[in-house]
């Protein structure tokens, strides 16, 4: 936790880089360059964030900072297990303690940020102002101990993004910089990118090299156990097929190797086993079989472990993911060892799907979450634009960090830059979780951060609403199609766009809430200074544009819409060319050449009936909260769900709605909920009541890659439909939630049974 939050910091200290008062210690006085000295040795991990600090204060100074022994900042590298660290002012200095090595390099960046360098400086093209002074109070003091033990990332899915990019496939200097956006986002371990266009981490000269100098340890994913990446690694021909149970010797062969490779090193090992790639373990076929052979396999790598890497194997960090099918296994009864973390995971859109049960809570080994702001795979990819909602990020973590899960949180991303602002809302959860404002409110300081406050608090209200209406729905998603289908009755699985959920006047009001924040950036780009330019496309003007350009791609004219495919080309070829062409390759305008991308590629229009009468509300609007003694209350959810103030439930809780109905007759009651999965092996349901009448009970529980559920996470709600009777006039209307993980976003009485709302219309 911080002794004082950092998002107070900024308001602080931009006072005092203005006036200098009596009781300020001054570490640049707007001459000499900054200077520090570190006590002893600085281990590798301080001396890259030393080049780092010292390009930075070149940034905000015009000069680097240099060591000197009578220094305005002292640095003191700690001993200890975790990274944390301090930073005060002392006998007329700014010292920086870290806890361990890593907390020394983190709090040195710290003092880059207090100067107003953003992480994104080089990922995101964001150059600082230049500062005339620098200073801190005299009482000044700032703790940091990290709220989850390892954060980080998981490189996935670089096919069309990073891996293009990359000028050494995958190689050390491309690590480089993802290791110096760690060290700025505080984070301390990588799960390499392991698709079949990128080679094995461990097979390029200098990588593991590269991670130990900047203090960054190795896991692996799901699907690659102790180190191995099974893509580029295993082959076939000379070892046979990946297959426990009929070649044992070869694959505990296989795992030895890379065990006896990085003995010595500080690592994070992925236990249990899956296929090559993101498939079923091979060789098992029943329950028995499938549980009997992970259960040998876990068994046996932990020999393996023993004898090959670490004799006290219980002190080696460990993970077991149950992702997919591994967790029927898991809950069938396979035997994990206390001291290994259980990670748990999200559904590939954001909601998780289990989280632990108080016994699972207390092991020793603590929890983890595996979490995607991408995914490639069923119902349809999400590769192109990263927009999940902050909204859920924030309430899926929180819920995750409350059930004990504070060991490991790894975020798939296919590509840092494009994902920037929810990894950093991500990191900065993990970081310290209890200094977290709310979502918006981070979003909006984000901004300002990035483009400074007159333009940060200008442009915010956008791109809130960039963040609803891509909640509803995902550019991606725009096509109304998916992936991998039956080959048979779909090329290459693959549907093709042919209609839309959405009424013509939902489409037509989509376009012009659209033009509405397109216009509202493009107007405001022009106060963005010409050095920030670069940066404001990439972060802003791109995804903006670009999501109102599919939109409307896929829902306007045929002229409409090729003008729309043109621009966003245009949008694309200009996002490479950023920064004299830094990011070449980086950005596609197709991700996996999906059918949704293509020219000409566009959706009918129906001809919906004109609705009739209905009442709507968003699930904010309650009149009142009624919840059973002792229990925690209704939690208003910023920027989640179409409404973007979703209220999560807690169980036995009840929200309170009174409205008028405009006539008598039979309706239909629609509730339109998160797509939230039951928090533990329970049920997911929850209660509707009008007036006196009986209670109905729900369930949103799914089974996994059920069509309901695939339209559940396309849509980003959950709906259900009952068949209700009125009378004209006033009544109330009572949601409870029967168990936990409820989190409802809006309701609609419609009295136009065969008319569907796409949209919920709530004024």
């Not at 006047?505 to 050095?531: L, W």
């Not at 566009?602 to 009142?624: E, I, M, W």
């Not at 996470?713 to 949601?735: C, D, E, F, W, Y």
Request: with cysteine; proline share 5%; glycine share 8%.
């Amino acid at each position: 936790m911080s002794r004082m939050k950092p998002y107070l910091l900024f308001s602080l200290l931009a006072v005092n880089f203005v006036k200098v008062d009596a009781a300020d210690v001054e570490w640049y006085d707007g001459s000499h360059a900054v200077t520090y000295q570190v006590e002893g040795k600085p281990s590798p991990v301080v001396q890259m964030a030393l080049r780092l600090f010292e390009g930075d204060m070149l940034l905000v100074t015009g000069q680097k900072a240099q060591e000197a022994k009578k220094a305005a900042i002292r640095i003191v590298q700690g001993k200890g297990t975790d990274d944390g660290f301090r930073l005060s002012v002392k006998n007329g200095q700014v010292v920086v303690e870290g806890h361990n090595a890593r907390g020394t390099a983190y709090g040195l960046l710290e003092l880059s940020r207090l100067s107003g360098v953003s992480p994104w400086v080089w990922w995101g093209d964001v150059r600082p102002h230049s500062r005339n002074r620098l200073t801190l109070p005299d009482t000044f003091l700032l703790e940091h101990t990290p709220s989850v033990q390892y954060r980080g990332i998981f490189i996935n899915d670089e096919d069309w993004s990073l891996r293009q990019w990359s000028k050494d496939g995958m190689g050390p200097q491309t690590y480089r910089k993802l290791f110096e956006l760690m060290l700025r986002l505080r984070g301390n371990i990588i799960w390499p990118a392991m698709h079949d266009c990128s080679p094995g981490f461990f097979t390029v000269k200098g990588n593991k090299e590269m991670a130990d100098s900047f203090g960054i340890l190795i896991g692996t994913s799901h699907c690659e156990p102790l180190l191995r990446n099974n893509v580029a690694e295993w082959d076939k021909k000379e070892r046979g097929d990946y297959n426990y149970i009929t070649n044992r010797r070869q694959v505990q062969q296989y795992w030895t190797e890379r065990l006896k490779q990085v003995k010595g090193s500080e690592e994070f090992f992925t236990i249990g086993m899956r296929g090559i790639h993101d498939g079923s373990m091979e060789g098992v076929k029943t329950k028995e079989e499938k549980l009997n052979g992970l259960q040998q396999v876990i068994d046996d790598q932990r020999e393996l472990i023993r004898k090959y890497y670490r004799k006290d194997v219980e002190h080696v960090p460990q993970v077991f993911i149950p992702y997919k099918e591994v967790l029927e296994i898991y809950e069938s009864g396979l035997r994990v060892p206390d001291d290994v973390t259980l990670m748990w995971c999200d559904d590939n859109y954001g909601y998780l799907t289990r989280l632990p049960d108080a016994e699972q809570q207390q092991r020793q080994g603590g929890g983890g979450i595996y979490y995607h702001l991408s995914y490639w795979g069923r119902p349809h990819d999400h590769l192109w634009l990263t927009t999940t909602q902050p909204g859920l990020v924030y309430t899926e973590m929180r819920a995750a960090y409350d059930h004990n899960c504070r060991k490991l949180w790894i975020a798939n991303v296919h590509d840092p830059k494009v994902a920037a602002y929810q990894l950093e809302l991500f990191m900065d959860m993990a970081w310290d979780i209890e200094a977290l404002p709310s979502p918006g409110h981070h979003l909006h300081r984000w901004l300002g951060t990035q483009f400074g406050s007159e333009v940060g608090n200008a442009i915010y209200p956008a791109m809130r609403e960039l963040y609803r209406l891509n909640g509803i729905r995902r550019p991606e998603f725009m096509g109304f199609t998916q992936v991998e289908l039956d080959k048979k009755k779909y090329p290459n699985g693959k549907s093709v766009p042919t209609k839309t959920e959405f009424s013509r006047k939902e489409a037509f009001q989509r376009m012009n809430d659209f033009a509405r924040i397109e216009a509202t950036v493009d107007v405001y780009s022009q106060m963005v200074p010409a050095y920030l330019r670069d940066a404001y496309f990439a972060h802003v003007l791109y995804p903006v544009h670009a999501s109102a350009a599919m939109t409307r791609k896929m829902l306007g004219s045929e002229e409409l819409s090729q003008q729309a495919y043109d621009e966003i080309q245009r949008l694309t070829s200009q996002y490479n060319s950023l920064n004299r062409g830094k990011w070449n390759g980086l950005m596609s305008a197709s991700p996996r050449d999906l059918p949704v991308f293509a020219k000409g590629a566009r959706t009918k229009l129906p001809q919906h009936p004109t609705a009739g009468r209905f009442v709507a509300c968003n699930a904010a609007d309650y009149s009142a909260v009624d919840m059973p003694p002792g229990a925690a209350g209704a939690t208003t959810v910023d920027m989640l769900g179409h409404s973007m103030q979703a209220v999560a439930l807690p169980k036995g809780c009840s929200l309170v709605y009174d409205f008028t109905s405009p006539a008598d007759g039979d309706a239909l009651l629609r509730m339109a909920m998160i797509p939230t999965q039951p928090s533990d092996r329970g049920d997911l349901r929850y209660e509707m009541q009008i007036d006196d009448e009986p209670a109905m009970t729900v369930s949103l529980k799914e089974p996994y890659r059920s069509e309901r559920w695939k339209q559940n996470v396309l849509r980003g709600q959950a709906l259900r439909s009952v068949p209700v009777r009125l009378t004209k006039g006033n009544h109330r209307l009572r949601i409870k939630a029967v168990d936990d993980h409820v989190i409802a976003d809006q309701w609609m009485i419609d009295f136009c049974k065969d008319r569907e709302f796409y949209v919920i219309p709530v004024k």
